[in-house]
Each structure stands twice: as structure tokens, then as C-alpha cells.
């Protein structure tokens, strides 16, 4: 087996595509730019025109309820499950990023039940809060405090709003309704006389409920002056207009309807006729919106009730607009849809609209998706692969911008939604890109499959024909990759010139070859494309088709455990490759100019080779010579859903660059494998769930892998600058290592003990400090040297506790611990007590750890200590004995005194 590549390869996350919504409360501030959402048990606040991250506020362990953004963005409020509401003063960094940076001022428990919608005055001083309970309270966002708190029937608040009625009309202003009259005015006017608080003397707040009435509350009277009871359900939206002095409410009830705000009468009922989510002023009250169930944004007239916009067509369940908030400053409208898909509509041009005159819809600027739900498959598009395709559980492929934005309002930001390929009637399962990433094939549970041309320049994403005749859904889809003669027309206009056949695979265990028609063929035929052959191929599901890099052969991978190659002009088998143990999930022929590849029996030369994966959680090139496996890589501890050649090396890198192929995996992982030797070269670590998709970025080697956790990971190749640091560490290691002998040998020891700290040597300071304490000690020396003594005692807060650090290992040896003692006498004797109080923990470790672990081991120093003292007088009183004996057998052989005592003295 062949040696190791001589380098590591590694790669690191240089971006990521995320979900910024999963459903609830989205809010919005004055200025159009600050988005705030709701991401599980976490709020996100997004720049709107870049697509960045701005900040991410962590939940507290419950799903958010609701949530809202003060006009000002000064302050963000979330309510959650939990009872509480937590509110965050919030700060924008003055930065080219435009980073926001959070504190938590206060948290909150407001209702007694979830509180399930929240409003805030245009000042971005009151904040009102409506509960589960039928209690709507009123509070000082600064000082955390209720200023009113109405109580009404024991009915859901579904709608807030603020307002400040025209200072004209304030005395006009009756507050009766058709249905609830207050008589006694007297005792109102009392109230005010008698009230200091003038400033909130034309302030009122809407509440829409659950059983379609609406409130008015008085903030200088602190009552309700009005009940609005028109609507027979839920009452969503509540807009008001200064301009046309009405307030406007709608609800799910299907109606619409203007108020007069100086009578509370009602002025005018439109029936919508769809349940109406949203709803509001437009061009100062000259104009409404709606949006509901249908999917659409419609626009009515406020003096006579007529709808602007032209008839629209009914959209799907998916498309239903659960929200909608206008952004002034923007000229723009946000509509929610409840597949958590966020579309900017243009206002700019309701400013010329006449009485009579009935518009198109408005013009979609941007699509945000909140979220791309599972990530199927995913694949380049276009020559400069500046837009990824998705295939994201659903019946349309999006396609989204993977281009840095060319400035900072660019619509076209890193992430950014650019399209959908809207055609398929079931979930799209499968995806491929021919040659010039222009024409892109896709497969879907419908049975069909369609061909979609990618004109960006022109903003064109349509399909260009449709293929259908399986029985089942389709698994499986392949175009071919090689390009045509540069001389021929077909490579210099790509866009006029589609493919020229397409591959699919099916449950229905065929493959179908057809040939794709031009666009003039099908003009002038009008009949759908017919398979030029269908063959029976598997005994299984056909999980995944490949062409190889001539457009000769192709291969088929299915349940069945096997990989079929065949010839792509006749359709016949010319190879079957077994040895899987559970079905194949994808396959890969080798690129162009891949070089031979070592294996277990020697190199591999013929055809070319082929790459597969399987659900017995292994990866195996085989050879197309004689179809057997050349190597198998098992690392994966789940099946292994995708696999992809990477980058060759150039000829001139091959002798010390191998060939590496990469695979996604069941267990959340993307591995790149060492194709020579067989072993894992790195392993990519950033999803939560199942790998489902994964393409390479032909130029930079760049990996892309999306997942079933609505994440898509952009994996930058970083073996060169890994090989650089790892060759300038080596050599800095080396220049440092001679500099700090220098200075041992010319006894510098200051700048030797602070390198050695530094570049985090404990081996070599040991060496030093036992040099020093075993040589013989100058006179007045803590340790044995005073110049150590005097660097010892200047040392800054983090070399000390580094220090200690390395004091505290060496204690636990008993041959290093005299040295530790040695040296931890002289910083005790150097420092007082407080400077040791001050040093701050580090690297997880406090300084009471540290201490902690010197005493339970010095204690165990000096506990052997009087063990060895204990035993010398055993040996002291042994020696003695002996010594006695032998002077006794000395006197008696020489007749002396035998009673005579003998003092035995031990040197």
C-alpha cells in the first residue's frame, strides 16, 4: 500500500445558506432594513437587503409566541411559551457589517396566559401586549412598568394596534357604536380635568378578537370608548389612517370594513370573499390591502370599495399570506406566506393610479425564503456557477445566488432567492446540469421529468419541454457533461442549443432514453417527446444515473445492490458491478485526465473508473476494465446518500497531490477520502440531520452539501494554506527554539522565561528553573540566582498564572516537584496575597483549582517525606545492631571485655 499523501487536506465552512424562519412573528423597523424573525426557540435579526446574519438572540427553551420590533429598531420584544417576555435594547454598530449588538434589559411575566400578539406605538415608547385571557395592558418599554391595563371578555386578542386620532376630532370624538353607547360624558370630562398625563390625551389602542369585535381603549381616560361589532370572526388586521381620519378591520370572516374614528360608525363593508390574514393602508389611506388563503395581494379603493388590482388566480395552500407589514421608508410591502416565504412587493407606483384605472398585481422585488425545508439534491448552474439549484421537498426548484453582491443593496447578495422552477406537480427528487450549466433536468414523484433553460441575463427561467411515460416516480436523471467542438454552434450559443438526450430512472425499475427536441421542432410539432427506448433494468427502485465525461456510456444504481453500465446509442448492458451489501444510493464516473489510482492488488489502468455509494455505509471505486472493485473506504456509520469526484490535481501536483473523492452520509457527515491509500483525509462536521445532497465546485475544489436540516454548507479546500501555516510554524518553531538557547547560554533569563511561556514550553522552563535551583546558591536568593529572583517577581498577571499552570503539573511528579516547590516559594515570597486574588481564570481553570491541586499532592510530598524518616530510624537502629554484633565477635576472639559498651556513630 502506498504511502500517505505528504500533506494534510483539509477544508473549512467559509459560508452557509440557513434558514431565517420558521414560522410565527416577523416584524420589521421603520427604515425597511432590520428583519426580525422567529427561528425555532430563537429570534434572528437579518439585514433585509444583504441576506447577513445580523444578530442571534438565544430562547429560553420554549417556542416563541410572538414577537415585535420597535419602529426605531431600539428595542426587540419576544413573548414566549414560558410566560415570559424578555425585552433587548438593541444598538447598531457603526460598521461596514452593520452588526447589532443586544442586552437584556428585563424579563417579564405579563399575562397569566401566552401572550399571542404584541404592538408598539410609532414613538418606540409603549409597548401593548394582548393575551390567550381577553387582557390587553399597556407598558413603558424603557422602564419595564404597566401604565393600563383593560380587561375585557374572556375571548383571545388575535389584533393591536396604536393610534392617535386627528387633533380636530378629538373633542367630536363620542366613542359610541352602533351597539355600545356611553352616556354619562360628564364624569369623562371630570376624568380629564382632574388628569395630569396630556401627553397621551389623543392616544388610543385597537383590539381585535377572536369573536369579531373590536375595542377602542382610551389611554387619558384609561376606558374603553367603543366596541365595533361587525365582524362575525376572527378579526386579524386593524390599520388606521390620519388622512381619511377611519380605521380599517379584517378578518377571517371574509369582509373588510372602513370606520369612522369620530363616530365609530361603520363607513363601508367590502366582502373579500377569502379569509383575510392581512390587511392596511396604502398612499396615506388612499388605498388597501388584502391578503389571505388565496396567495394574493389585492388592492381596494378606500372611497368606494373597488378592487384595483386585476383578477388573480388562486394559488395553493403552501402560498397562503399569513402576514403582511409595510415598509414606508422602502416603498415596499412584506407579505408572509405560511411555507415561512417572505416576498417584497413594489408600492412606488400607486402614486399614479387614477379613480377608474385597475393595475396588475404588484411587482414582486425580491423572494426571501424563510426556509428550504430538506435539501434533496442540489447542482452549479451557469459557466461562472454563480447560482446553486435546490431541490428542497417541495414541487419547485429554487434557484438561489451564490455570487457576492456587487454592492451593498444589491438584490443579487450570497444567498439570495433569484427564482423557482414552478412546473411539477409532486416533490422534486432528483437534479442534473449539463456541460454549460445552462439547461437543467429534474425529476419529481409526478413521473415526469422536465428540461428548464437558465437564461440569467435576461431573467428567463423557463422549461423548455416536459417528458413523460413511467409509472411510478422518477429517482433518477442524467444529461451529458461533455461539451461540443468549440468550433461548432452548439458551444457558442448553449441557450439556443439544448442537449441532446436525457436519461431517467424510475421506481418503475426502467431507464428511458429520450431525445430532447429543439425549441423550433417543438414549435412546429406541438407532441411531447417520446422515449427513443425504455429498458428494464433493475429488479428495484433506481436510485441514481451517471455519464461518463464522453457522453458514450451512463450507469444506473438501484435497491437491487448492483450498478449496471451501459452504452448510451444502444441501450444495452456492457457491465454489472457487484459487491454493495444494501442498495446503491448514487454513483460517479471519474473525470477527465484522472489519473491511475493505487489499490490492494496495484494500480489500476483501463477504461476509467467509477465511484459509488452505498446503504452498507461504504464507498467503492471500481474499474470499467474488468468491473471489479478496485478499493473500498468504510468510515460512515449510517448509508452513504451521495458521492463526488473532487478536483484532479494538475500533472505537475500529481507527485505529491492523490486523487480524493468525497461522500455524504445518513450520519450528518461529508468525509473526503485519500483515493491511493484508502484512508479518511478529513472529515466535514456542520448538519444536524441526513446529507442528502453534495456537488464540488469544479474550479476551486469548493464542496457544497445540503441537508435535511435546511442547511447548505460551502466547504472552502484549505490544504494549501494549511501546508503554508503548518511549513511557517515549523520553521518559526525552529528559530525559536535556537533563540531561546541563546539566551540560556548567554544567561538571559528574562527574555528565556518569557519565550518560554510564551510559546508554551513547559519541557524547556523545567530545564531552566532545575538549573538553576541545583546549582549552588548565591547568597540572599529565593531560588538560587538572583537575576531569576528579579524576573520572577515582574512577571504580568497572565505569565503568572501560566506559571502556576506549569508549577501545578510538575508537583505531581515527585522527581519535579522539589524544583515546583523551589520556585512556587519564591512567586509566594515575591507577590502578596492579593496579587494571587486578582488573576482571572483561564483556559476554563480558576486559580482556587490550581491551589487546590498544590496542596492534595504537596501534602502527599511531605507525607512520604515522614514515611522516609520514620524508616531511616528502622535503618539507623539495624545498623547499630549490626555494628554492636560485630564488635562483641571482635572481643571475644581477642579475649577483650565483653561487657564493655561500644557508642556505634553513624556518618
Not at 100 to 107: D, G, I, S
Not at 165 to 179: D, L, P
Amino acid at each position: 500500500m502506498a504511502n500517505k499523501a505528504p500533506h494534510q487536506t483539509t477544508f473549512e465552512v467559509q459560508r452557509t445558506i440557513q434558514p431565517i424562519h420558521t414560522g410565527g412573528s416577523v416584524a420589521l423597523d421603520n427604515s425597511g432594513c432590520i428583519l426580525a424573525t422567529t427561528l425555532g426557540e430563537d429570534a434572528l435579526l437579518t439585514d433585509l437587503n444583504t441576506g447577513r446574519q445580523m444578530a442571534r438572540i438565544e430562547g429560553d427553551g420554549e417556542v416563541i409566541s410572538t414577537l415585535t420590533l420597535t419602529p426605531s429598531a431600539s428595542h426587540l420584544i419576544v413573548c414566549s411559551r414560558s410566560l415570559s417576555m424578555r425585552i433587548y435594547a438593541l444598538k447598531t454598530t457603526p460598521s461596514a457589517n452593520l452588526d447589532v449588538k443586544f442586552e437584556l434589559l428585563r424579563t417579564l411575566k405579563p399575562h397569566s396566559t401566552p401572550v399571542v400578539v404584541l404592538a408598539v406605538d410609532q414613538t418606540s415608547t409603549l409597548l401593548a401586549t394582548g393575551g390567550a385571557d381577553g387582557v390587553v395592558k399597556v407598558w413603558d418599554i424603557q422602564g419595564g412598568y404597566v401604565t393600563h391595563s383593560f380587561r375585557g371578555p374572556n375571548v383571545l386578542i388575535s389584533a393591536l394596534l396604536f393610534f392617535e386620532v386627528v387633533a380636530s376630532n378629538r373633542e367630536e370624538e363620542t366613542g359610541i357604536s352602533a351597539r355600545n353607547r356611553k352616556k354619562d360624558r360628564r364624569k369623562s370630562h371630570e376624568v380629564e380635568a382632574d388628569s395630569q398625563n396630556e401627553a397621551t390625551r389623543g392616544f388610543r389602542l385597537a383590539s381585535g378578537s377572536q369573536d369579531g369585535k373590536v375595542r377602542i381603549w382610551d389611554l387619558f381616560k384609561r376606558s374603553c370608548t367603543a366596541v365595533l361589532d361587525s365582524h362575525v370572526s376572527d378579526v386579524r388586521a386593524l390599520d388606521y389612517s390620519a388622512d381619511e381620519n377611519a380605521l380599517l378591520t379584517a378578518g377571517r370572516d371574509k369582509t373588510m370594513i372602513w370606520w369612522d374614528a369620530r363616530t365609530w360608525k361603520v363607513c363601508k363593508v367590502v366582502p373579500v370573499l377569502e379569509e383575510i390574514e392581512a390587511a392596511g393602508f396604502l398612499e396615506s389611506g388612499r388605498l388597501a390591502y388584502t391578503g389571505g388563503v388565496n396567495g394574493n395581494i389585492r388592492l381596494w379603493r378606500s372611497d368606494n370599495g373597488r378592487e384595483v388590482t386585476k383578477p388573480q388566480l388562486s394559488r395553493t395552500e403552501v402560498d397562503a399570506i399569513v402576514g403582511g407589514i409595510l415598509a414606508p421608508a422602502s416603498d415596499a410591502l412584506l407579505s408572509i406566506q405560511s411555507d415561512h416565504t417572505m416576498t417584497l412587493h413594489s408600492t412606488s407606483e400607486l402614486r399614479q393610479i387614477g379613480i377608474s384605472d385597475t393595475i396588475s398585481p404588484l411587482a414582486e422585488v425580491r423572494r426571501i425564503s424563510g426556509t428550504h425545508d430538506e435539501i434533496i439534491d442540489l447542482a452549479y448552474l451557469l459557466p461562472d456557477h454563480s447560482l446553486l439549484a435546490l431541490a428542497t421537498n417541495s414541487e419547485e426548484v429554487r434557484i438561489v445566488s451564490v455570487a457576492e453582491a456587487d454592492n451593498a443593496n444589491s438584490s443579487t447578495y450570497f444567498g439570495a432567492d433569484v427564482a423557482q422552477l414552478k412546473g411539477h406537480e409532486d416533490i422534486v427528487i432528483c437534479l442534473d446540469i449539463d456541460w454549460s450549466g445552462h439547461w437543467i433536468a429534474t425529476g419529481a414523484k409526478d413521473n415526469t421529468a422536465r428540461l428548464w433553460k437558465i437564461d440569467a441575463k435576461n431573467s428567463t427561467y423557463a422549461c423548455h419541454s416536459a417528458f413523460a411515460g413511467h409509472a411510478e416516480s422518477l429517482g433518477a436523471i442524467g444529461l451529458p457533461h461533455a461539451p461540443p467542438p468549440e468550433s461548432s454552434a452548439a458551444f457558442k450559443a448553449p441557450l439556443d442549443h439544448p442537449p441532446a438526450f436525457l436519461l431517467t430512472g424510475s421506481q418503475d425499475q426502467t431507464i428511458k432514453r429520450w431525445d430532447i427536441p429543439t425549441a423550433k421542432a417543438l414549435a412546429t410539432t406541438r407532441k411531447a417527446p417520446r422515449a427513443l427506448y425504455t429498458r428494464k433494468a433493475h429488479d428495484k427502485d433506481i436510485n441514481a444515473i451517471a455519464v461518463d465525461h464522453t457522453g458514450k456510456f451512463f450507469a444506473s444504481a438501484s435497491q437491487d445492490k448492483t450498478v449496471k453500465i451501459w452504452s448510451v446509442e444502444e441501450g444495452e448492458v456492457q457491465g454489472i458491478l457487484r459487491g454493495h451489501r444494501r442498495g446503491v444510493w448514487s454513483v460517479k464516473f471519474a473525470p477527465k485526465a484522472t489519473p491511475s489510482i493505487v489499490s490492494e492488488n496495484g494500480p489500476a489502468v483501463g477504461k476509467g473508473l467509477v465511484l459509488t455509494g452505498s446503504g452498507d455505509k461504504t464507498v467503492k471505486i471500481w474499474s470499467l476494465s474488468d468491473y471489479t472493485c478496485l478499493r473500498t473506504f468504510e468510515g460512515h456509520t449510517n448509508s452513504v446518500l451521495k458521492v463526488a469526484w473532487l478536483k484532479v490535481p494538475n500533472s505537475e501536483d500529481r507527485s505529491r497531490k492523490h486523487v480524493h473523492v468525497a461522500s455524504a452520509g445518513g450520519d450528518g457527515l461529508v468525509k473526503v477520502w485519500d483515493a491511493n491509500t484508502g484512508e479518511v483525509a478529513s472529515t466535514l462536521d456542520n448538519h444536524e440531520d441526513r446529507v442528502w445532497a453534495l456537488t464540488v465546485h469544479p474550479d476551486t475544489n469548493m464542496i457544497v452539501s445540503g441537508s435535511g436540516d435546511s442547511t447548505v454548507t460551502f466547504w472552502k479546500d484549505t490544504t494549501t494554506e494549511t501546508r503554508a501555516a503548518t511549513t511557517a510554524a515549523a520553521t518559526q518553531f525552529v528559530e525559536q527554539e535556537q533563540e531561546m538557547q541563546n539566551y540560556i547560554h548567554a544567561g538571559s533569563y528574562r527574555p528565556a522565561i518569557t519565550l518560554a511561556l510564551q510559546l508554551n514550553h513547559p519541557a524547556r522552563l523545567l530545564s531552566l528553573f532545575t538549573t538553576v535551583t541545583t546549582k549552588v546558591p548565591e547568597e540572599g536568593s529565593l531560588c538560587g540566582l538572583k537575576a531569576v529572583d528579579e524576573v520572577l517577581g515582574s512577571l504580568s498577571d497572565g505569565q503568572l498564572f501560566t506559571l502556576l499552570l506549569r508549577i501545578r503539573d510538575w508537583n505531581t511528579n515527585a522527581r519535579t516537584a522539589p524544583v515546583a516547590q523551589r520556585i512556587l516559594w519564591t512567586l509566594v515570597q515575591s507577590y502578596p496575597a492579593i496579587r494571587f486574588s486578582n488573576l482571572k481564570v483561564k483556559d476554563g481553570t480558576s486559580l482556587k483549582e490550581v491551589l487546590d491541586a498544590l496542596r492534595v499532592y504537596t501534602e502527599r510530598h511531605y507525607k512520604r517525606m515522614e514515611e522516609l524518616v520514620d524508616e531511616s530510624y528502622l535503618v539507623e537502629y539495624t545498623l547499630r545492631e549490626m555494628d554492636g554484633m560485630g564488635l562483641l565477635e571482635d572481643s571475644a576472639t581477642n579475649g577483650g571485655l565483653v561487657d564493655q559498651e561500644v557508642d556505634v556513630i553513624m556518618v
